[in-house]
């Protein structure tokens, strides 16, 4: 069984997040990071969460960055749980001029073999 690190942003649906994960989950705080080591697991899961913006508050999240940076491990971002890989590795983040929620399309803008070719990804 999967050891999956669900690293929780503050997301208001961690139960359903969890719910969704196969293997065995561990839950930690984005803040509570400090005696983690990444190679423990197959998998780390950044949730999503609103509790603040990730730009101009790099420094708060200095352990979940340092994570990513290190980590050998596959990471799958949930949201803000992407944004702040974007952020992590030099992505430019940008406030969108309206709201989204829920499952949207997504234009690729630039040719990368993790895309397979693949112009835009739709919702299922």
Not at 73 to 80: A, E, L, N
């Amino acid at each position: 069984m999967a050891k999956v690190l669900l690293i929780d942003n503050e997301t208001v649906l961690l139960q359903k997040l969890e719910a969704l994960i196969p293997g065995h989950e561990f839950v930690h705080k984005w803040n509570d990071l400090n005696e983690l080591d990444s190679n423990d697991f197959d998998l780390i899961v950044l949730s999503g969460g609103s509790g603040f913006n990730i730009v101009e508050n790099e420094s708060k999240l200095k352990g979940e960055i340092t994570l990513i940076k290190n980590s050998k491990k596959p990471i799958i971002g949930i949201c803000y749980g992407c944004e702040l890989i974007v952020k992590t590795f030099d992505g430019v983040l940008e406030r969108s001029a309206e709201d989204h929620h829920g499952i949207i399309d997504i234009d690729i803008l630039s040719d990368d073999n993790i895309f397979n070719k693949k112009k835009k990804i739709e919702r299922l």
